[in-house]
């Protein structure tokens, strides 16, 4: 079969940008055909397309951190995405840009031999306003819900519901909800578990509560709901980016999506991200 790669550069990186016209000279020496996102194609002698526009690629390669894939995953899923690792840490990101040549040439000839090449599946969330007719993108990492701001006269009352019993209700700078992939994220600033990404659960966290109650790990099927009280305005925040405005008191419902993020090609080690974060 004829392969599609979409190739998204961390914007603004030449190191990325390098790389990046690299895979497309490899890539088209293959017969692939390659674009890059446009801030890319501003800098480099490549064909270009808005990131979204590479959702119906058979492969998309994210080029930066983790935040770079964050939003290649927002914007390209369901198309299978590998990540090569700019960053420092790099859960997400498991190919060293030294390597980034060799693998995505050789995914890209299974693909072209089989039609298809493994992955691994991460669970995204979704927010859903219960008494209004709204929905965020999905979260890969967390969904969030806190007061007006954070800190001395801020936050909410949140009461935590689980499949309709009440876990606790406090005041707090808000509360979060984050899948495995997440947890080494915001979860884990906020004093959250750290969850092994193989693990199929959620965490439910308290920020800040005055009257807190120890994280929470349940099933991704569990019915979490949380209502916001006490405060003029509050927040709904999918990945720290995609917001919803609340005037309490509001219900905001968290729930696996429809659809996952399938990252292809070697997978990052867990414990050696975990290193690097001491």
Request: proline residues 5%; hydrophobic residues 45%; aromatic residues 4%.
């Amino acid at each position: 079969m004829d392969v599609d790669v979409g190739i998204v550069a961390q914007r603004d990186n030449e190191r990325a940008q390098e790389l990046a016209a690299s895979l497309v000279d490899a890539l088209e020496e293959t017969g692939a055909s390659a674009v890059v996102d446009e801030a890319t194609g501003g800098a480099i002698a490549a064909a270009a397309v808005p990131v979204a526009g590479m959702a119906s690629r058979d492969l998309v390669v994210s080029i930066g951190g983790d935040g770079t894939l964050l939003f290649v995953a927002r914007e390209v899923s369901p198309a299978p995405i590998i990540g090569v690792n700019l960053g420092e840490v790099g859960f997400l990101n498991a190919v060293a840009p030294a390597d980034a040549l060799a693998v995505v040439t050789a995914l890209v000839t299974e693909l072209s031999e089989t039609g298809t090449v493994e992955g691994r599946e991460l669970a995204r969330l979704q927010a859903t306003g219960v008494d209004e007719d709204w929905t965020l993108e999905p979260a890969l990492n967390e969904v969030v819900v806190h007061g007006h701001r954070r800190g001395h006269g801020g936050g909410a009352t949140i009461e935590i519901t689980v499949d309709g019993q009440r876990y606790t209700e406090s005041h707090a700078d808000g509360v979060l909800v984050a899948t495995p992939t997440g947890s080494t994220a915001y979860n884990l600033s906020e004093g959250g578990p750290l969850v092994h990404p193989s693990a199929d659960a959620l965490v439910v966290t308290q920020m800040a509560a005055t009257e807190s109650m120890p994280p929470l790990v349940v099933e991704p099927d569990t019915e979490l709901t949380l209502t916001v009280s006490g405060t003029d305005t509050a927040y709904a925040i999918s990945d720290g980016r995609n917001r919803r405005r609340l005037e309490p008191p509001a219900t905001v419902s968290v729930s696996i999506a429809d659809e996952f993020v399938t990252l292809v090609g070697p997978q990052a080690n867990f414990f050696d991200g975990l290193d690097k974060l001491e």
